[in-house]
């Protein structure tokens, strides 16, 4: 158990849908990052998020956005939905902007019809 | 940050060492060289990371050549529950809280496969 909790585990829409992934980091971790993975992409980094600030942005598709909460938790809004957008994402947080050992959730899957 | 290559898939015997090479040959200074594993559809694991030395942890260990040019990755009793992707890869550290940025880039990584 990495501590980063994701919600939901498991999504199934329609294409042109909106969509919401939540995510807890790790007690006293202040990063927040976002990730897609697709079965012909890997895993893509899309947008990282320190304090409550965008810090860096990834492949990030202008139709997703995200946002650090000053609990610190995030939320990654997907819209307008495609059958492309079909993928698992991962939330992974860290104590700092810079450190390099991120501490990954167990995903969302989202499946879109 | 400096690219890795990885041997695509490897296999290793249950119960053997596991040795996963990587080459960076185009490391800077002060990039460090962060391992992690994911097992099918599961979230990224850290493993390991070091800078020059040798490191070791409860999980594997990590070699790093004196020009930091490759390094490996030793998993020292591999267990069926190894079999995983490992992603090596290279990226500036930062240990200043609020200091630096963005996300790791991973690439294809090294399947690897503990056989029975």
């Known amino acids: 158990d990495s501590g980063v909790t994701q919600t939901p585990k498991h999504l199934i829409t329609a294409t042109g849908q909106r969509v919401t992934l939540r995510c807890s980091p790790r007690s006293g971790d202040l990063s927040v990052y976002w990730y897609q993975q697709s079965l012909d992409q890997g895993l893509q980094f899309l947008i990282q998020?320190?304090?409550?600030?965008?810090?860096a942005k990834g492949n990030i598709l202008e139709r997703f956005s995200a946002q650090q909460f000053p609990d610190l938790h995030s939320e990654l809004n997907l819209s307008s939905l495609e059958l492309g957008d079909s993928a698992l994402y991962f939330c992974?947080?860290?104590?700092?902007?810079?450190?390099?050992?991120?501490?990954f959730g167990e995903g969302s899957r989202l499946t879109v019809l | 940050d400096a690219k890795t290559t990885q041997p695509p898939s490897m296999d290793c015997a249950e119960g053997r060492a596991a040795n996963l090479p990587c080459n960076h040959s185009?490391?800077?200074?002060?990039?460090?060289v962060y391992w992690y594993r994911q097992i099918h559809s599961q979230g990224p694991q850290y493993i390991i990371h070091?800078?020059?030395n040798n490191e070791t942890n409860e999980m594997a260990s990590l070699i790093i050549t004196e020009d930091r040019k490759s390094s490996t990755l030793i998993l020292p009793h591999a267990t069926l529950r190894d079999t995983a992707v490992y992603y090596c890869?290279?990226?500036?550290?930062?240990?200043?809280?609020?200091?630096?940025?963005?996300?790791?880039?991973f690439g294809k990584g090294t399947h690897l496969i503990i056989q029975p």
């Open positions: 992974a947080s860290s104590v700092a902007a810079g450190r390099g050992e991120l501490f």
């Open positions: 890869i290279v990226r500036v550290g930062s240990l200043l809280v609020g200091g630096g940025a963005d996300g790791l880039t």
């Open positions: 070091g800078l020059k």
């Open positions: 998020y320190y304090n409550g600030e965008e810090r």
């Open positions: 185009t490391i800077s200074g002060n990039e460090y």
